[in-house]
């Protein structure tokens, strides 16, 4: 167990709706990032947050966007669903920086129907 | 931006044997490697990382070596067991803009250990 968690595990949705994935980081860091993991694109950065604010961005859709609370856990949104989104989506913390170890959450699989 | 190829994309090999991941990366401002270990259905785990100032860090089977003059990276296991089996991808620090870095993973190495 890495200390991370996130929710829900699963979820199931319609094209053109919306959903939220959560994570919580590890006691004691700062920086969360977002991974999207399909089977055609392989794992991929989607964006960082370090202490409340974004830090660095990746592949990214516009439709899609994150922040980090205050208690430093995290939310995902996912809007405008499409079938091509559907995939795990890993959150992982650390410390501080990239330089630090990341410590990835059980993910969330998200299916688009 | 950042690119990393990672080879092969399958490996099998009998148990005891070795086996080696290579990548290679094409920042050269790059400055942390981490190799991660993903079983079927699980969480990506940190395995082993080097940074660019050593050239080759060991942890018991596993070791990984780092040509930044090449720019390419590499993960050995030494006498490999069934448990090892699983997708190991290779990845690197890039900048993305400002002092921000972020990871860009290989497409990942799917490793079978035969009994």
């Known amino acids: 167990d890495s200390g991370v968690t996130q929710t829900p595990k699963h979820l199931i949705t319609a094209t053109g709706q919306r959903v939220t994935l959560r994570c919580s980081p590890r006691s004691g860091d700062l920086s969360v990032y977002w991974y999207q993991q399909s089977l055609d694109q392989g794992l991929q950065f989607l964006i960082q947050y370090y202490n409340g604010e974004e830090r660095a961005k990746g592949n990214i859709l516009e439709r899609f966007s994150a922040q980090q609370f205050p208690d430093l856990h995290s939310e995902l949104n996912l809007s405008s669903l499409e079938l091509g989104d559907s995939a795990l989506y890993f959150c992982a913390s650390s410390l501080r920086t990239l330089a630090d170890t990341q410590y990835f959450g059980p993910g969330t699989r998200l299916t688009v129907l | 931006g950042e690119n990393v190829e990672q080879h092969p994309s399958t490996l099998s090999v009998q148990e005891g044997d070795s086996a080696v991941i290579k990548c290679t990366y094409s920042?050269?401002?790059?400055?942390?490697f981490p190799w991660y270990k993903q079983e079927l259905g699980k969480r990506p785990q940190l395995i082993i990382d080097?940074?660019?100032?050593?050239g080759e860090k060991k942890d018991q089977r596993i070791a990984v070596t780092l040509n930044k003059t090449a720019k390419h990276f590499s993960l050995h296991i030494t006498e490999t067991q069934p448990e090892d089996s699983a997708v190991y991808f290779c990845?690197?620090?890039?900048?993305?803009?400002?002092?921000?870095?972020?990871?860009?993973f290989g497409k990942g190495t799917l490793l079978t250990v035969n009994p």
């Open positions: 920042d050269s401002a790059s400055n942390y």
């Open positions: 990845a690197s620090s890039s900048n993305s803009g400002g002092s921000n870095y972020k990871l860009t």
């Open positions: 080097i940074r660019s100032n050593v």
